[in-house]
């Protein structure tokens, strides 16, 4: 059975920091690209970060928005995939969720939720 | 940044029905569409990847269709279960934008 479970949501403040992780199971996590979306009701869906297999050399992508703010890395020994995100605003706040992309967005974690707000 | 427009918004729909969403590319996006359902308080779940082609476990009343900058969800003969709202996405390249999504709602 494949599973996502994020972690490391909650408040923070503007200009704060907060990691996320998502620890992965039940498919082969080395060979997969993986993906933070995050979803708000301003926005609706919104693809965040990608991070590409040993194969395509750990190659990072982001969207406009967090680029410079956010870092995507993973740690295959511990089929885990991390979202670093620095200086917070107000427009980050939603549900963010960990996606394995092979053909596309094939598996999803039950999303943490990040709140950011004085 | 390729930007999908995604209609109708909403659609109040009887059990039995058939309904067809659609979703347009800004740009030609070669079949590199996927389409997602998503129920209340959970998470998306793949339907339909590379336009056509149904993920695994995926009921047969579901079909996609489309090239170039159009595309579409079919469902067949809906199912209660098949309520929710659903999104469509590009893989052309990143940002993988979404659509705004279909909001599927029982008549």
């Known amino acids: 059975e494949v599973k996502l479970e994020e972690s490391g949501g909650g408040l923070v403040q503007p200009g704060g920091s907060m990691k996320l992780s998502c620890a992965a199971s039940g498919f082969t996590f080395s060979d997969a690209w993986m993906d933070w979306v995050r979803q708000s009701p301003e926005k609706g869906l919104e693809w965040v970060a990608e991070?590409?297999?040993?194969?395509?050399?750990?190659?990072?992508y982001y969207a406009e928005s967090v680029k410079g703010r956010f870092t995507i890395s993973r740690d295959d020994s511990k089929s885990s995939v991390y979202l670093q995100m620095n200086s917070l605003r107000a427009e980050d706040t939603g549900i963010y969720y960990c996606?394995?992309?092979?053909?596309?967005?094939?598996?999803w974690g039950q999303g943490t939720t990040l709140t950011v707000s004085s | 940044d390729i930007q999908m427009t995604q209609s109708p918004a909403s659609l109040s729909v009887s059990v039995g029905e058939t309904v067809t969403i659609t979703c347009r590319a800004s740009?030609?996006?070669?079949?590199?569409l996927a389409w997602y359902q998503q129920k209340q308080g959970k998470s998306p779940q793949l339907l339909v990847y590379?336009?056509?082609n149904l993920a695994d476990g995926v009921p047969s009343r579901f079909s996609g269709s489309g090239s170039g900058t159009q595309y579409s969800l079919k469902i067949n003969s809906l199912q209660s279960e098949d309520f929710g709202s659903y999104y469509c996405?590009?893989?052309?390249?990143?940002?993988?934008?979404f659509g705004g999504g279909t909001k599927l709602e029982i008549k």
């Open positions: 991070i590409r297999s040993k194969a395509n050399n750990h190659a990072t």
């Open positions: 996405q590009h893989f052309w390249g990143t940002p993988y934008t």
């Open positions: 740009e030609n996006i070669y079949s590199n």
């Open positions: 996606t394995g992309h092979y053909y596309g967005f094939d598996y």
């Open positions: 590379a336009a056509t």
